[in-house]
């Protein structure tokens, strides 16, 4: 009789071992376009509570595309790497600032992972890891970092392709190196596969 539950035990722990969660794994080559609202004033709460609407009148869009590769380790963590290019225009009134530019570089981060589940699963930088190199433009030789940078992709049922896109709006904060460092706040969108 102790030989029979015991045998029932492991069984049912060798089950839950193997209905454990799913995290991505294998490497993607992913390609997307940004565009994001940048505001150097800050974000004021929307009636929900939302950091979704700029301060002051200094306010301006930016988009960018990058490729990158990700590569995600199926423990729930991973690595993006790769470059972009980016576009400031003309401001919309009579400010100098920002001047209408283009640039790029290579940028990488570390990301931890959700679970996949109904074919979805969320990317959330880890702290401190989102480093950016401008290689050309305006700021080319500094250095660019954010606080962070929130993902959510769509999975295909093969597993070999999925769809990347923002889902809730959020706001970062970008420092640029210098004298002195320049640090802004936005809110980007995004839509890549």
Known sequence: MRRLLLGSIC???????????????GTYSVSAF???L???????????GN?????????YIGANTFQRFITFDGEGAGRV???YAYINPPPPDSRSTPK????GGKSAYDVTTTPIVDNE???TSKPGTIQNTIDFGPAAG?????????????VSDSRKTMAVTVTTPYVETTTLSGSPNVHTTRSCMLAGT
């Open 11 to 25: 069984s049912l722990t060798m089950t839950t071992v193997a209905s454990a969660a799913e995290y991505p794994k």
């Open 34 to 36: 940004q565009m994001c």
């Open 38 to 48: 940048i505001a150097p004033s800050g974000f004021s709460n929307d009636s929900g």
């Open 51 to 59: 950091p979704t609407i700029p301060n002051g009148n200094d306010s």
């Open 81 to 83: 790497a790769g470059v």
């Open 100 to 103: 209408p530019s283009i640039g």
């Open 121 to 123: 699963f969320s990317v």
């Open 142 to 154: 500094q250095q660019a970092s954010a606080d962070v940078a929130n993902r959510h992709f769509v």
